[in-house]
């Protein structure tokens, strides 16, 4: 198994070319909140082709990936309450800001977009304070 | 052919989620938990992001137009509002609470069993009901 910055590293240089060549392609910003969320609420209804198209490779190409390197578990909880929460949390949240990891951190940090910065930021924080609140104090995860 | 690319980074930014240990939540947790056992992993991939994405904005200033379509998205009002700062605090509580982000929430859901479609229908779920939401906001 290689150091885990190597392989963090690499997968994020992939990610930046995914995000590259959608925007040099086809002139859009790579979020996938935006992207599932657009489907969602029909705001991008007049270009839900493409988004699905997105979205089928984001769903399917792990499965290829695990064929060849193997190995994958999220390990996430099986705590119910914790993923409704969270799911609700995260999906509400991105929309209303208009922005996850991807489109605010990875594009719009990059575009030197002071609404994605910020936007960083404070998701930053609040998954930091997040883990002190569920973890430490509470010890639900 | 635009959707044919579309499906081409849909699937390289899937590989690159899953390569980079962002699709383990452990990882993601282990990250924001600064003040136990820090695993600094996120930060090399969003560096690792966040480089080539640089230098491709830069590129965009330079030719007029994305190959298949008129024009690059514009950057859109740079005020802070209030859905901007409550939304990411929500998604911030949402994300440290069990390790996901919309990304690797989808790069996950053939191998994320149960939990992982849970995680997946809630989040849509949530999304689905933010037009409401919103209005209250404004």
């Known amino acids: 198994m290689q150091p885990d910055w190597v392989s963090g ?27 599932l969320g657009g489907l969602i609420d029909l ?13 089928l490779g984001l769903v399917l190409s792990p499965i290829l990936a695990i064929q060849i390197a193997g ?5 996430l909880t099986s705590n119910i309450y914790i993923i409704i929460a969270s799911g609700l949390l995260v999906g509400i949240g991105t ?16 575009r030197l977009s002071f609404r994605g910065i910020t936007a960083t930021i404070i998701y930053l924080l609040c998954g930091v304070v997040s883990i002190i609140f569920f973890k430490k104090l509470l010890g639900l995860i | 052919m635009k959707n044919l690319i579309a499906l081409f980074c849909g699937g390289l930014f899937g590989i690159g989620l899953f390569v980079s240990g962002m699709t383990d939540t ?36 330079r030719i007029k137009k994305p190959i298949f379509t008129d024009r690059f998205p514009e950057k859109t009002e740079q005020k802070l509002n209030r859905p901007l700062i409550i939304g990411s605090m929500m998604f911030g509580m949402g994300w440290g609470l069990s390790g996901l982000c919309p990304g690797p ?21 949530g999304m689905l009901f933010t037009p409401l939401i919103a209005k209250y906001l404004k």
Not at chain 2, 105 to 125: D, E, P, R, V
């Open chain 1, 9 to 35: 590293l690499s997968g994020g240089l992939l990610i930046g070319f995914a995000a590259s060549a959608y925007l040099l392609l086809n002139g859009r910003i790579m979020g996938a909140s935006g992207i």
């Open chain 1, 43 to 55: 705001t991008g209804y007049e270009n839900s082709l493409e988004r699905l198209c997105f979205l």
């Open chain 1, 71 to 75: 190995g994958h578990d999220t390990q």
């Open chain 1, 95 to 110: 929309r209303l800001a208009n922005g996850c990891t991807s489109g605010h951190g990875v594009c719009g940090i990059s």
């Open chain 2, 26 to 61: 452990t990882k993601v947790q282990g990250w924001l938990d600064i003040f136990g056992n820090w695993d600094p992993t996120l930060a090399f991939v969003l560096s690792g992001a966040i480089i080539p994405m640089a230098i491709t904005w830069n590129i965009t200033k």
């Open chain 2, 105 to 125: 929430a989808m790069a996950s859901l053939s191998f994320g069993g149960w939990q992982g479609l849970m995680f997946f229908f809630t989040m849509a779920i």
